[in-house]
Structures are given as C-alpha cells and as structure tokens.
C-alpha cells in the first residue's frame, strides 16, 4: 500500500489563487505524481479529492491512477464533508472538509504528469470561470456573516419573531441574500404567518428561480398550507438544483409519512442524515429512528440545547422524555394481542349528553382491567384516555405526567400516562397497555374516548346505520405472512407502531430463568401503502399522527383537508376557509366544547356544499371556528372536520396502516339516529 505521510499546498507561480495539493510519497526524491488537486477563488474551495477515496460513479472523463497514467470513460465523483487525518501510520493526508460536491476532470492546460496548472493569469480565471459553469450555484453560497449567524441562532433557540426582524434587517441591505430570505419564511411559518410566507416565497422566487433552499422553503409553505401536490414538485425541484438541500429531504420525509409511503419517508429522512446529521431539524426527525435508550440520550441532548421548538412542544417533549426515563429499565409495553381470535365484530352505543336526551355520538363497552367503562368512539382522538375516577377505580399503574389538547381555548390540559393489565374490546383481549388519564374526574360526559387508530392494526368497519363494530385482519401484502398482534392503545405513529414488536424482541424477560438473547433481531424497515386490488377504488387519505385528513372541496374550491371526525357531533369549517368560500357570521346561539374547555368565538357560514370521496353533503349552514392551533399542532391546514351528524349515514371502513378511507351510503338502511 502506498503510504502519504505528509501533503503540503503549493501555490503555482504566475496563477494568483490557484493552489495544487501535492501529496508527497516516503522516498525523497520529492513529490510523487499528483493525486490531489485543489482549486481557490477568494478563498473558496472549488475542488478537493483523492482520486480513488470514497464512491465513484461511472461518468464520463478523466481517471488519474496513482502512477500518474490515464483511466478513459470514467469520473470521479467528489464527495464533501469529509474528513482525512494523518495517523501515525502515515496513510493518509491531512484534509480539511469540503462544502461541496464537485468532480475533479483533466482541464485543458494541465498537464498529465504534475497537475500544472497554467500559469497565465488571464487563463487561469478562464479556468475559474469554467469551474463556477460546471459546479453551478453549489459554488455561489454567499458566506455566513456574524449578523446572519446570529439571526440564525435566534431561529434555533426558538425565538422566532426575532429571527424574523434579524432577517428583515439583513434584506434590507441586500434584498437577494437567499439565507436570509430562506430564515425569514421559516420564521414567519413558525408564528403562523401563513399568509406573509407565501408572498415572501413567491417574490423571493421570482427574483432567483433556480434557489435550491428557496424551493424547499416554498414546499414548506404549500406542505403547511395543506398543498400537498405542489410541495412534492418544489422539493424534487430543490433536488434537482441542489442535491445537499437538506430541507428538501425532511420536506419529502414529512409528506411522504402523510401519503402512508413509510418506506420512502424513511429513505428522504436518511439521505437528510446523510448529508447534514449536524443540522438541528434533522437531528429531531432522527430521534423516531433510534432505539429506545439512545433516543433518550439524544433526546435529553436536544433539549439540552437550543433548538426550535414552542413553549408546548417543548413540554411535551420533556414529558416524553420523563416517560422514556421511567419505562428505560422495564419491558417495552407492547399491548399484546393474547386471544387466540383475530376478528370479531361488538356493539356500537348510542353516547347521551348530560341531560340524557341529546345525543352525543357513539361509543364502546371497554373493559379496562377487570372494570367495564363505556368510551366514546373518535376517529379525531388518538389513543385510550379516561378520567382520573375511572383510572383509579381500575387500578391504572401512574408512569409519568402528561398534557394533553384539543378543541377549546383554555389552553393545554394535565393528565399523566398509566399502565392497564387488560383491556378487552368485543372478543379481542390485549395485555400491557398504556393509556392517558386525565387529571379531570371525567371527560365530558363519558368514561373517557378511545380513538380509532387504537385499532389501526385491523381494518375497521364503522357500520353506523347497523350500530356495529367489525375488525378484520388487513389485506396482507404479498410478502406479508403474520396475523396484527397489537393495539396501538398509545396512538403512535403507523411506522412506529409497526416496528414496536422488533422493539419488543430486545426488551428484558420477565422470566429470571430465561437465556439471554443471543441474537440481536434486525431492524424491520417501514413499508408503504399497500392497495388491495379490492381496495383500489377507496378513498386516499393523508395521515397526521392519529389524524384521517380527508381531501375536501366547500362549494367550487379547491381540495382541502378536514379531519374525519366521530367525536365532533356536526361539521366543522375553518374561519380561515370559511371566509375564502363564504360569507362568515358570528354565531351565539351555539357553544362548542372540547378537551380543552369552551370554544368563545363561534361563528357559521352560508351554504357549504361538501364534496368528500363519492359524495357530497349540502349544508345551509355550518359552524365554523377558528381551527388554527390544532393546524399548528397538525403540521398542515386543517380547514374542517366531518362530524357524526353526517358521518352517522354512512358505513365507514378504515385502513390506517395504508391511510384508505371508504364511504359506503345504503338510501334502504335508515339511520337510527335519524329515526
């Protein structure tokens, strides 16, 4: 093996801002045939590599072996971010990391042998020149001053409307420095500026509409606004200009975990490593990605910093952080299927309100330890959560406090997380499950609610004019060959709850007597969508955590979102959609509660035709709020929700593993609410 204990930077004589890299072998007769090459104009790097080190791909071009001679048809792709050390061995030069990825050729006027580069002035910033056109605008990043640097750590710390007025200033000397207008979208979106970030975008793009990260700024945009086609175009579009353009990774990871293609989300987040670990956005989508013990850590390190997160969603990382803390040395709680049916089909009932003769939806007989509570059935909710009298009454085991939210404007509610033995639903019985509590005797007028999702490793059949509850097992993938085995009682994410069983196989025994794992199982990746030929003309949904965002159009607009929503007893609008496709009027004749208390402001619009799946729904009037903290919390526009009124004329069939939702209307089979 060739050893290179040192390298030294030569400047050529006659090129002001030209450099070669030689590296010198250990004879010394000086320096051996050139196998690095460097570039500088103003300081910057144009070009950095050892040929032979890292990935190659067959191009087009020039190969230099280490004898100096000529490999034809091939080129040697540059990778930057690397770093090289000499070692005491001495294998290898001591390099200093690369901002960007470049392809080292044979240039016209340099010579085989020794790398000259042409000592002529004038020709070498022809040479420059020629560099810029063929690494494009990768070589064009304006530098980090202190005054961009200190807006950005303002952004990162999660002060945001600062970040903002910092941005402003730094445009208002140089309107086209793309990382302030970048910085500025961003913190805009942050304080729900939806609005003033489109415009910015826009304006800033038609100025410069080859900027990779003002593409991906714009995708975040359309990604928040709810437009999710014409995300998906701005970041392929980042892409395509700039294939280090972070943002335009996470951007795809996030919308493809939406579209239920977990296999691809999972790649975009990957390649997003892949090129920058270091960026604080990453490393929070990254957390989902690691084991239970070393996502702790890394959780406990992100919180350690400054990052760019809210007042809540910082406190509920932290809470999260104490349940990992809690649970660390115990068995994951898996909440294992342990009958041996893996179907059945149980009543539905009909949920009063306080006075017993208002209906209030539908609900299900739970049995919660060796307790009997009737949930409230809703497909807007995630997960199981009681009151605190019926957890106490059922002898939940406390793990750790929580908050929870929703509908309302009393801001976040206390509660904390607890452990059931048992629950059983119809002939289905599952061990080990954790549940929510809230801190309130009750919620509302039931037990507490159980979210549908609870049951996503099923395919769920709502069947309400026939007041039943049907599960099934899910159409199997082709290469699938195991039955569901748990309930996702915690409401987690579909790629999460998917990959808890492996998580459970590293879990301790609870047998003392049981060998240690020998084997450690392989880390089952994440699938994507699977449309059963029998499923092919159901509707596709998008999926937010627990949330079913199904695409809505209100009287001629265009596609929105509205959550699917059995626990809101009529339809809901946003006031920010209503007021684009209606006339809004307040509405006092109306009150409105959720789990987080009384709504003040009601409001209702004027002839809202909903056209949703197969179907549309006339409505005269529909009551329309202001939505804008459970979009925030969502991550995208959710203009309004689908509620029982309408919804209990339908059988309605979920599959959350696939994000498909199917309507089904019978006019012979009458609802019973309607009688």
Known sequence: MLAWPEAKLSTCPGSPGVAVLLACGNNSQGCSPLTFAVAFQGGRRLALERVGEHRRRRRHGTRWRLDGSRVKSRRVDLLGGQHYTTGEDGQRAALTALPNRVTLLRLPGVCARMFCFPRSPVVAALLLVSLQLMFGEEAKAPPVTPELAAADQLYRSG???????????????????VPAQVGLVRAMLRQQKIDEAVDTANTAL???????????????????????????LSYLAAKKFDTKEVHAYLGLARLYASYSLYRKAYDQLQNAHDVAPGNIEVQKAWLRMLPRKERMAALEAYLAGPHPDDEEETKWMTEYLEFLKATADKPIH??????????????????????AHHMRGIGLSVRLNDRNVHLLLDTGAGGIMVGRKVAEKAGLTRVSAVHYGGIGDKGLQSGYTAVADHIRIGELEFQDCVVAVSDKN????????????????YLIDIDLPGMRLKLSPLPKRPEDTVAPKSLNSEGEEQANAEQKEDSVNEGTSKDPNSPPPTIKPARRLPKDRYIAPEMADWTRVFRFGHSILVPTSVNDSKSMLFGLDTGAFSNVLSVRAGRQVSKVSSEDRVQVHGLNGGVNKVYSSDKATLRFGHFQQPNLGIITLDLST????????????L??????????????????VDFKYDPKRVSPFAR
């Open 630 to 641: 459970i979009s925030r919390h969502t991550g995208t526009e959710v203009s309004g929700f």
């Open 159 to 177: 002060k945001f409307a600062e970040a903002e007025a910092s941005y402003r200033a730094l445009l208002s000397t140089d309107s086209t420095l």
């Open 442 to 457: 009750s919620l509302g007028d039931e037990d507490g609610l159980i979210g549908a999702d609870v049951l996503g490793a």
């Open 206 to 232: 038609a100025a410069q509409p080859n900027a990779a990260a003002l593409l991906a700024a714009k995708g975040d945009v359309q990604f928040r606004n709810g437009d999710m086609p014409d995300a998906e």
């Open 334 to 355: 898996a909440c294992r299927l342990v009958s041996k049916v893996e179907q059945t089909e149980t009543k539905l009932e009909t949920m009063y309100g306080p006075d």
């Open 643 to 660: 509620g029982f009124a309408m919804l209990s004329q339908l059988e309605v069939e979920l599959d959350y593993r696939d994000g498909l």
